[in-house]
């Protein structure tokens, strides 16, 4: 997902302001911590979207493809959001220290279950692991 801004934002020297807008309603938003060389997610929601924007750091979002069952990832840093669809397996796995924002379209606690968990990435893989599967990816 990329972000409109409005241009008189920069040019009145005060920095910037930039605007995601989704196409769902977001009804709940949570901060995540992520130490480098840490995974987290290899689930799916079966209930909700999640938009994922990372504030700090840089990851890297792999996710599977519904269709081909392919996996493919996107490099991501401050700025980046991704939009995780209902049903897509999806993992982050930071590069740098990170912090990030995850913004539900549906409540957590309303979902039951709010997680189902694949095999996207194997936790505790041990980052050359993943390295060599973005290098793999990548190639194709």
């Known amino acids: 997902i990329y972000p409109s801004c409005n241009i008189e934002t920069i040019r009145d020297k005060r920095g ?7 196409d769902a309603s977001i009804v709940e938003f949570n901060l ?13 929601h079966p209930h909700f979207d999640e938009y994922f924007i990372v504030v700090e750091g840089s990851g ?13 990832i996107l490099h991501m840093s401050v700025g980046s959001c991704v939009k995780n669809p209902s049903g897509v397996s999806h993992a982050f796995y930071a590069i740098t220290p990170c912090t990030t924002m995850a913004f539900l379209t ?31 990816i990548q190639q194709k």
């Open 16 to 22: 910037g302001i930039f605007t995601w807008i989704p």
């Open 106 to 136: 549906k409540r957590w606690d309303l979902s039951e279950p709010p997680i189902v968990h694949d095999h996207v990435t194997t936790k505790g893989e041990h980052p050359e692991s993943i390295i060599d599967m973005l290098h793999n």
């Open 32 to 44: 995540l911590y992520f130490t480098p060389q840490a995974t987290r997610g290899n689930h799916h």
């Open 60 to 72: 890297a979002m792999v996710y599977i493809d519904t269709e081909t069952k392919e996996k493919h």
